[in-house]
């Protein structure tokens, strides 16, 4: 095997580690600055986990490189205990703590958007949920659909862009879809019958045709770059839906090798493929850092908020165990995606 064969192999998986450790960085960042804002005094800003390449000691804070670029972290002096000094996280306002801790998912929301917005720009033409032709032998010409047609809602689920119309058909459990078009100015409640392919097991909705692209002006750039970064969101939303009432299991999760897998792949096909890949992660860890699940910052701004409310701390103790039975939960998911990952991957 050549050193070329060897790199085109390596260096897809190399740019999908170094993103990962990226994102984490902007969601460490997010606190770090945030706290340095409210002058919470920050002991470490740790970029990867495991132990230390290097550090360098600044005024009141180490910044130090680790060798395991997957994590990181940004330690606060009282975060997790009591302490005396007057710029300890424990010490400051309820709503400066609040700041700080949603600060790290507003950051990944934020790198999300910046690259929804890099991907609407760079594309020749903004896309609509309007039909502009369709494949030769498409089915749907046939069972429902007319070109013109502006697709409104997929089985419940109202759609603004293309992804939302990807999305809709992609859930759909056989080839009928009950939509709603707007056609001649008017709304049309229709049901429309596709053809289906298998894909990795499950059957899925072939979609036959073209969605019209309109000219890119700065307005409906800025406004396609919001609904898609909605749509990124709403799509973390229904896969917890989907995971609750139990029509995916923990098996069809992707963990972190999975998800290097997949972004490795995105990045052998296309820049496009590969960005679209990490928009929808750094919006998917954004999110899932607001769920308020023991462990992440959605619990703490939980306990906040209510401590807001009710001018009473949760007890340090409490809050501890809570804590750590949370991680040793997601710890143990996690575990089982990534053996799951691994193993399709064998």
Same mark, same amino acid.
């Given at each position: 095997?050549?050193?070329?064969?060897?790199?085109?192999?390596?260096?897809?998986?190399?740019?999908?580690?170094?993103?990962?450790?990226?994102?984490?960085?902007?969601?460490?960042?997010?606190?770090?600055?945030?706290?340095?804002?409210?002058?919470?005094?920050?002991?470490?800003?740790?970029?990867?986990?495991?132990?230390?390449?290097?550090?360098?000691?600044?005024?009141?804070?180490?910044?130090?490189?680790?060798?395991?670029?997957?994590?990181?972290?940004?330690?606060?002096?009282?975060?997790?205990?009591?302490?005396?000094?007057?710029?300890?996280?424990?010490?400051?306002?309820?709503?400066?703590?609040?700041?700080?801790?949603?600060?790290?998912?507003?950051?990944?929301?934020?790198?999300?958007?910046?690259?929804?917005?890099?991907?609407?720009?760079?594309?020749?033409?903004?896309?609509?949920?309007?039909?502009?032709?369709?494949?030769?032998?498409? +089915?749907?010409?046939?069972? *429902? $659909?007319?070109?013109?047609?502006? =697709?409104?809602?997929? /089985? %419940?689920? !109202?759609?603004?862009?293309?992804?939302?119309?990807?999305?809709?058909?992609?859930?759909?459990?056989?080839?009928?879809?009950?939509?709603?078009?707007?056609?001649?100015?008017?709304?049309?409640?229709?049901?429309?019958?596709?053809?289906?392919?298998?894909?990795?097991?499950?059957?899925?909705?072939?979609?036959?045709?073209?969605?019209?692209?309109?000219?890119?002006?700065?307005?409906?750039?800025?406004?396609?770059?919001?609904?898609?970064?909605?749509?990124?969101?709403?799509?973390?939303?229904?896969?917890?839906?989907?995971?609750?009432?139990?029509?995916?299991?923990?098996?069809?999760?992707?963990?972190?090798?999975?998800?290097?897998?997949?972004?490795?792949?995105?990045?052998?096909?296309?820049?496009?493929?590969?960005?679209?890949?990490?928009?929808? +992660?750094?919006?998917?860890? *954004? $999110?899932?850092?607001?769920?308020? =699940?023991?462990?992440? /910052? %959605?619990? !703490?701004?939980?306990?906040?908020?209510?401590?807001?409310?009710?001018?009473?701390?949760?007890?340090?103790?409490?809050?501890?165990?809570?804590?750590?039975?949370?991680?040793?939960?997601?710890?143990?998911?996690?575990?089982?995606?990534?053996?799951?990952?691994?193993?399709?991957?064998?």
């Amino acid at each position: 095997m050549s050193i070329s064969s060897i790199w085109n192999s390596v260096y897809p998986i190399i740019i999908a580690i170094l993103f990962f450790e990226f994102i984490i960085v902007i969601h460490e960042g997010g606190h770090f600055f945030a706290a340095k804002l409210m002058k919470i005094k920050v002991n470490e800003f740790s970029v990867g986990m495991g132990p230390k390449i290097f550090q360098i000691k600044g005024k009141n804070t180490n910044y130090t490189l680790r060798w395991i670029l997957f994590g990181g972290y940004c330690s606060m002096e009282g975060e997790d205990t009591e302490s005396d000094d007057e710029n300890a996280f424990v010490n400051k306002k309820v709503w400066q703590r609040i700041f700080v801790v949603a600060a790290g998912a507003i950051m990944n929301l934020i790198l999300g958007f910046i690259i929804v917005l890099i991907i609407v720009s760079s594309q020749n033409l903004v896309g609509t949920t309007q039909i502009a032709k369709f494949e030769d032998d498409a +089915l749907s010409s046939s069972r *429902g $659909l007319q070109v013109g047609d502006t =697709i409104k809602s997929i /089985d %419940g689920m !109202r759609v603004y862009t293309t992804n939302d119309v990807t999305t809709g058909l992609s859930r759909s459990p056989d080839g009928s879809v009950d939509m709603v078009v707007l056609r001649n100015s008017q709304e049309k409640k229709i049901t429309v019958e596709f053809a289906t392919e298998e894909y990795e097991g499950n059957q899925f909705i072939k979609m036959d045709f073209w969605l019209r692209g309109v000219d890119k002006t700065p307005a409906n750039v800025l406004l396609q770059t919001f609904r898609e970064s909605v749509s990124y969101a709403r799509m973390v939303f229904l896969s917890v839906h989907d995971l609750i009432i139990g029509r995916y299991g923990l098996s069809d999760l992707s963990g972190p090798v999975g998800a290097v897998s997949v972004v490795s792949d995105a990045v052998k096909t296309s820049v496009f493929s590969m960005l679209r890949i990490m928009a929808l +992660l750094t919006i998917n860890v *954004g $999110l899932f850092n607001l769920f308020p =699940i023991p462990a992440l /910052d %959605g619990w !703490r701004l939980f306990v906040l908020i209510a401590e807001g409310i009710t001018r009473r701390k949760l007890p340090q103790k409490a809050e501890y165990i809570i804590n750590a039975a949370g991680l040793i939960l997601l710890l143990g998911i996690m575990c089982i995606v990534t053996f799951s990952d691994i193993t399709k991957l064998v």
